[in-house]
Nanobody, 124 residues
Framework: QVQLVESGGGLVQAGGSLRLSCAAS????????VGWFRRAPGKEREFVARITWSGGSTIYADSVKGRFTISRDNAKNTVYLQMNSLKPEDTAVYYC?????????????????WGQGTQVTVSS
């Protein structure tokens, strides 16, 4: 069974950067796509980015396109989310999860093995 642990969140001023990590243990995630989602206060969890098992294909939500970059290091069993030009509306708890099916790539229902999340707060 895979366990995912997110880290790297924190408080940052608008325009700043953070790099989130999603470290897997228990089993390798190198065969699976991995996605990042976020949940802002009072809102539903929303899709942020996804990367295929090889890292050869990535997709992003329109709200983060051009500012966020998802990547992975399969040797370290870790997926990253580099977040630049952060905005106050990026404030949320960020989660990573595994996509084993590949047929609901924008929906949280298509993912499993969720981590506990890491808080990102962007001040104006």
């Amino acid at each position: 069974q895979v366990q995912l642990v997110e880290s790297g969140g924190g408080l940052v001023q608008a325009g700043g950067s953070l790099r989130l990590s999603c470290a897997a243990s228990g089993r390798t995630i190198s065969s699976y796509a991995v996605g990042w989602f976020r949940r802002a206060p009072g809102k539903e969890r929303e899709f942020v980015a996804r990367i295929t098992w090889s890292g050869g294909s990535t997709i992003y939500a329109d709200s983060v396109k051009g500012r966020f970059t998802i990547s992975r290091d399969n040797a370290k069993n870790t997926v990253y989310l580099q977040m630049n030009s952060l905005k106050p509306e990026d404030t949320a708890v960020y989660y990573c999860a595994v996509d084993r099916q590949g047929w609901r790539i924008y929906s949280s229902s298509g993912y499993d093995s969720w981590g506990q999340g890491t808080q990102v707060t962007v001040s104006s």
